[in-house]
């Protein structure tokens, strides 16, 4: 190792990197967006003018091999889970793309 302060300094930014990156969690990518539905009874509060309707239930998108699929994510625990989920995710990407920049300066 050299004593170069900068070289010392990026080395030591890439190793918390990889020390945070070692740390990341259950991660999921995607788009997390309530959906409310209207369920067709003319009797219920959905089918009243300027209901929202019923809900909300999440639709959770993501693309895989150039498709988009959706899955609906029931409220509560589960949507709460795939929003830790996700932000899991773009934490970890941001993580690589910083160790990116890091190692290409080294």
Known sequence: M???????A???????LRAEL?????????SLA?????????????AKKGAK????SYSLTHAVSGKTFTHVIPAG???ERTRAQLKEYHRF???VQQLIAVSEQI
């Open 53 to 56: 309707g019923h809900g909300p």
């Open 22 to 30: 070692a740390a990341v969690g259950e991660m999921r990518p995607g």
């Open 77 to 79: 625990d589960a949507a």
């Open 34 to 46: 309530p959906r409310f539905r209207k369920c067709g009874k003319p009797t219920c509060h959905c």
């Open 2 to 8: 050299t004593s170069h302060p900068d070289l010392n």
């Open 93 to 95: 990407r941001h993580l």
């Open 10 to 16: 990026l080395l030591l930014q890439r190793d918390q």
